[in-house]
T-cell receptor, first 111, second 111 residues
Framework: DGGITQSPKYLFRKEGQNVTLSCEQNLNHDAMYWYRQDPGQGLRLIYYSQIVNDFQKGDIAEGYSVSREKKESFPLTVTSAQKNPTAFYLC??????????FGSGTQLSVL | AQSVTQLDSHVSVSEGTPVLLRCNYSSSYSPSLFWYVQHPNKGLQLLLKYTSAATLVKGINGFEAEFKKSETSFHLTKPSAHMSDAAEYFCVNSGTYKYIFGTGTRLKVLA
């Protein structure tokens, strides 16, 4: 699995609800990323973090929040401000030689 | 700013015929370029990477890509398509601390 674990595999959100997607890595790497995948739009960067307690907005950060309190954990919260949250969410870590390792993803749907 | 454009959203080829997936890039400095593949219900996997050592890059499963600075292109090729090559392919440009994905090309291989 490239040392990166996402959970849950499927998640459902009710209107007005915040939900949190988990991403954990066990290989002590610094850089971690969150992408959103929609059909025909590829992967779009939501947030990324290079070190603990620091993170940067990507191209589509509105309606999302993250934290990086521990090196191994980079959770993504989809807030109620995100009006179109249905998508496949992928977390990744940077490996050696600029190789990205991806988790297996979380499919988020709206009830 | 770094960017990539995948010129075809869908490509269909017959089994045993050549594959060409096209990617143009934009970069304000010498780019790092990648091709990733995503098989149905599977994670993303690195096919190959260009980082200026050689303009022709060989990857896994018989794929290769040629970096052409004059054309700002990084097209992915394979001499003979196999049914197992059917997947979505992403061209990626590495920017400062982040990776920019193209919109993807879905490859269909016909028997």
């Amino acid at each position: 699995d490239g040392g990166i674990t996402q959970s849950p595999k499927y998640l459902f959100r009710k209107e007005g609800q915040n939900v949190t997607l988990s991403c954990e890595q066990n290989l002590n790497h610094d850089a971690m990323y969150w992408y959103r995948q929609d059909p025909g739009q590829g992967l779009r960067l939501i947030y990324y973090s290079q070190i603990v307690n620091d993170f940067q907005k990507g191209d589509i950060a509105e309606g999302y929040s993250v934290s990086r309190e521990k090196k191994e954990s980079f959770p993504l919260t989809v807030t109620s401000a995100q009006k179109n949250p249905t998508a496949f969410y992928l977390c990744a870590r940077d490996g050696s030689n600029e190789k990205l390792f991806f988790g297996s993803g979380t499919q988020l749907s709206v009830l | 700013a770094q960017s990539v454009t995948q010129l075809d959203s869908h490509v269909s080829v017959s089994e045993g015929t050549p594959v060409l997936l096209r990617c143009n890039y934009s970069s304000s400095y010498s780019p790092s370029l990648f091709w990733y593949v995503q098989h149905p219900n599977k994670g993303l996997q690195l096919l190959l990477k260009y980082t200026s050592a050689a303009t022709l890059v060989k990857g896994i499963n018989g794929f290769e890509a040629e970096f052409k600075k004059s054309e700002t292109s990084f097209h992915l090729t394979k001499p003979s398509a196999h049914m197992s090559d059917a997947a979505e392919y992403f061209c990626v440009n590495s920017g400062t601390y982040k990776y920019i994905f193209g919109t993807g090309t879905r490859l269909k291989v016909l028997a």
